[in-house]
């Protein structure tokens, strides 16, 4: 075979530019700090590193998610304490109401208190976050979600729908709580309130309800209790709903325990005909703390002229302080459920930041050079290509004419 002169100038050219592409994708695996440089270094390894490299940007974001939340919960935390904080100042000013030496103007100085307590409970149903959006509106969170209407009294105009937020791969959590859920609602097992009918012209009172047993036939019914009058001092009263619908009794005027649907309900003084009092589970009677409060403001506003009134007023102090206790542990039920929520995103948190360490030292193995080897690859390359750069030096000296 002939071996001609352009031939062997090709093939150590060739051989020259194989040993410098080698060195030179070495040195740029050493500056770039990368093994796999582009995606034709190794097809499988650059394809698994982009499912890790999306996998690390979708924990990254859930990161950010559980920032947003854990400091929307945190400020919805210090509203509901101070929330807690002005119920419980409520309840005081109740229980001092309830002293039968105070006078018309006494009471009157109390509502003045207890009506900033019942702004300041506004303003704070009404809080905004960092970003001005109300902490217990749900959806509709870009308005006041509590409302003064023509009569004056507060309306809830949010959602009843909480909004969400993914903080983890497969949890989505609720972000802080409606309006309805922290003041129209009560906790489980919050028991029986009893309510006088507005237009009671007796001096009817009453203390209870008080549950005696949970397993009675009619438990958690409603009931409704009706007086008139015989003509002779005494009343009928008349039972509706439950098992008790149409059970009638004498009532004597002065005082009575009665007890239906697993609950007593104490009875003092003189009904008119007509009067009435309606007994429920605290869910069925729609619990609101503003209207509890307006309840309360109007009684301790109006003089107690008259036996009447003065049931009147002991009827919705009675009433109110119960709706009050109710709303308080509701409070503290949801403060509760923050609480866990905010307890839940601390353990997402060191599971993400795992993950975290997990997804890089995989991305690593995978994409990342070895410097040690890199190196000593480096180095043999380097003498790869100055051994073909020498040999096609020699070949190039190479010539007939030095034998003759």
């Known amino acids: 075979m002939r071996v001609s002169t352009v031939m062997m100038f090709e093939r150590s050219v060739s051989s ?8 030179m994708d070495v040195g740029e695996q050493i500056a770039s700090g990368k093994r796999v440089v582009r995606p034709s270094d190794d097809p499988q390894a650059a394809s698994r590193a ?125 972000v802080g709580n409606t309006g309805t859920d922290v003041f129209q609602t009560v906790a489980a097992g919050s028991g029986y309130v009893a309510k006088a009918d507005a237009g009671n012209a007796g001096s009817l009172t009453f203390t209870g309800p008080q549950v005696t047993d949970t397993t009675a036939d009619g438990y958690g019914d409603s009931y409704a209790i009706s007086f008139g009058d015989n003509g002779d001092g005494t009343f009928e009263y008349t039972i509706s709903g439950g098992p008790e619908d149409g059970t009638t009794g004498t009532y004597d005027g002065s005082s009575a325990t009665l007890e239906f649907g697993g609950v007593r309900l104490t009875l003092e003084g003189a009904p008119e005909d007509g009067d009435s009092l309606a007994v429920g589970t605290a869910q069925s009677m729609d619990p609101d703390v503003f209207t509890t409060f307006e309840n309360m403001l109007s009684a301790l506003e109006n003089p107690l002229d008259s036996d009447a009134d003065k049931a009147a007023f002991a009827n919705t102090l009675s009433t109110s302080s119960r709706e009050m206790d109710n709303a308080l542990d509701n409070v503290l039920t949801v403060r509760a459920s923050v609480g866990a929520r905010l307890n839940e995103l601390d353990t997402l948190d060191t599971v993400g ?52």
Request: hydrophobic content about 30%.
């Open 353 to 404: 930041s795992d993950r975290k360490i997990s997804y890089t030292q995989t991305q690593s193995d995978l994409i990342d050079l070895d410097y040690t080897t890199a190196i000593s690859d480096y180095v043999l390359r380097q003498v790869g290509l100055q051994a073909s750069q020498k040999a096609f030096v020699d070949l190039q000296g190479t010539s007939l004419f030095d034998l003759m």
């Open 16 to 23: 020259m530019n194989r040993q410098q592409s080698a060195f």
């Open 50 to 174: 982009v499912g890790v490299s999306q996998s690390l940007a979708s924990n990254s974001q859930q990161s950010d998610s559980r920032v947003t939340v854990r400091n929307s919960l945190s400020q919805e935390e210090s509203v509901l304490n101070s929330v807690s904080d002005s119920l419980t100042r409520a309840k005081e000013l109740m229980v001092q109401a309830g002293n039968g030496t105070l006078s018309d103007a006494d009471r009157q100085s109390m509502s003045t208190e207890l009506r900033g307590v019942y702004e300041a409970l506004l303003g704070q149903a009404n809080s905004t976050d960092g970003n001005g959006s109300h902490l217990f509106g749900g959806y509709q969170d870009g308005a006041a979600p509590f409302v003064k209407d023509a009569s004056g009294a507060v309306q809830y105009e949010g959602s009843d729908q909480v909004r969400q937020q993914k903080v983890d791969s497969s949890r989505l959590m609720e």
